[in-house]
């Protein structure tokens, strides 16, 4: 079974921080994914790539994130980070972590449907 729990958003001040982690499910679905990520969906748009990170750590951003979200994981404890720092308003969104578009059609093959977990709401405001 492919399970993806995230946690860690809350309220923040602009310039604020904070750790998102997200569990993921020990499984031979999930050994067979080499990237994971992390997406977020603002109000009224649509979901968007974030930050992606290979089984190896080599790591990719968005634009709109390079230089303040560093993206990490652990494979002994099936964990994937997304530290977010110097937050703006426009970071506000719900933020998923999940496979990259290779990984989410497998998981899609398995389940058939386009999983995502239940998402942590991030807001950042004054």
């Known amino acids: 079974q492919v399970q993806f729990v995230e946690s860690g958003g809350g309220l923040v001040q602009p310039g604020g921080s904070l750790r998102l982690s997200c569990q993921t499910s020990r499984s031979k679905t999930m050994l067979s994914i080499n990237t994971m990520a992390w997406y977020r969906q603002a109000p009224g748009k649509q979901r968007e790539l974030v930050a992606s990170?290979?089984?190896?750590?080599?790591?990719n951003y968005s634009d709109a994130v390079k230089g303040r979200f560093t993206i990490s994981r652990d494979n002994a404890k099936n964990m994937v980070y997304l530290q977010l720092d110097s937050l703006k308003p426009e970071d506000t969104a719900v933020y998923y972590c999940n496979a990259d578009y290779q990984g989410r059609r497998l998981i899609a093959t398995m389940k058939g449907y386009d999983y995502w977990g239940q998402g942590t709401q991030v807001t950042v405001s004054s």
């Open positions: 990170i290979t089984n190896g750590g080599r790591t």
